[in-house]
Nanobody
Framework: QVQLVESGGGLVQAGGSLRLSCAASGRSFSSYAMAWFRQVSGKEREFVAVNWSGGSSYHADSVKGRFTISRDNAKNTVYLQMNSLKPEDTAVYYC???????????????????WGQGTQVTVSS
């Protein structure tokens, strides 16, 4: 079964950058859809970005132009490059895997089979 481990979170000033990584176990990483979600205490987990197995990506309106999802299949790793960070980006960020690499409802939590433990991102003003 798939295990996901996020890293790269931390404290950064507004306007700064962070790069999150999610390392996945397993032999079929290239066939998975990989996504990033984020969650603030008391709120529902929110979709951030998805990278499908075919290589296409989609980003939530709130992060378009600032965040970029990418993957390195040789390293079984998905990344989230976060630029121009804002205080409202503060959240726990989770990576998720859908073993069906071409899901059509990428923004729904229920589409994903596996989740990482989360990594905290805090953006100060």
């Amino acid at each position: 079964q798939v295990q996901l481990v996020e890293s790269g979170g931390g404290l950064v000033q507004a306007g700064g950058s962070l790069r999150l990584s999610c390392a996945a176990s397993g032999r079929s990483f290239s066939s998975y859809a990989m996504a990033w979600f984020r969650q603030v205490s008391g709120k529902e987990r929110e979709f951030v970005a998805v990278n499908w197995s075919g290589g296409s990506s989609y980003h939530a309106d709130s992060v378009k132009g600032r965040f970029t999802i990418s993957r390195d299949n040789a390293k079984n790793t998905v990344y989230l490059q976060m630029n121009s960070l804002k205080p409202e980006d503060t959240a726990v960020y989770y990576c998720a895997a859908d073993l069906n690499g071409s899901n059509w409802s990428a923004r729904r939590l229920t589409e994903y089979d596996y989740w990482g433990q989360g990594t905290q991102v805090t953006v100060s003003s």
